[in-house]
């Protein structure tokens, strides 16, 4: 990573993410200001960012256009978004996992799993869910508040529950 990006993602989590809401009426320029410091420090950011506060973000990350993080999201890398996606506040993007194979060894000690998140063109992820590792949300889903991803879901389709299960299609 360059370190005009380390330092765009310093001020980021130093500064940035704190600011307020944009949609506050004090918050002047503020949603700009976030945006700004994003688009210099992710793999890939397309037009139209609203990024809302206290969002954690790793540099590692992929995100199309027209998208919206709301605040309170915990997203960690290897993570691609797609266009016009809508992520509702406390969303959880989980792509690393602990690995537990070998019982002689404390879990703590044995490393992660990297794994991959995607998120499809016009998907919506609701309130308070959590998507973990090597899950591919298609093309225009809808995953419900409180949901937990743990299978792929595929393009139109609406799901929800703990774990997700295929409620129906928007088709």
């Avoid at 019982?103 to 998140?117: A, C, T």
Wanted: with cysteine; hydrophobic share 40%; charged share 20%.
């Amino acid at each position: 990573m360059s370190f005009k990006r380390k330092f765009f993602y310093f001020i980021y989590n130093f500064l940035g993410k704190y600011l307020p809401r944009t949609y506050m009426p004090y918050a002047f320029g503020s949603g700009r200001f976030r945006r700004f410091l994003i688009e210099n420090s992710v793999d890939c950011c397309g037009d139209g960012l609203v990024l809302q506060s206290n969002v954690l973000i790793s540099p590692f990350v992929e995100i199309g256009k027209n998208v919206e993080i709301n605040e309170f999201c915990r997203i960690r890398s290897n993570v691609s978004i797609g266009d016009d996606v809508l992520i509702a506040p406390n969303v959880q993007l989980i792509s690393v996992n602990h690995r537990f194979s070998d019982l002689k060894l404390p879990i703590s000690r044995q490393g992660e799993d990297q794994g991959f998140i995607v998120i499809g063109d016009g998907a919506w992820i609701g309130t308070a869910s959590i998507i973990l590792p090597n899950v591919r949300i298609g093309k225009g889903s809808i995953v419900g508040a409180g949901s937990i991803v743990t299978k792929d879901v595929s393009d139109y389709s609406i799901v929800g529950g703990n774990p997700a299960k295929f409620i129906k299609s928007r088709c």
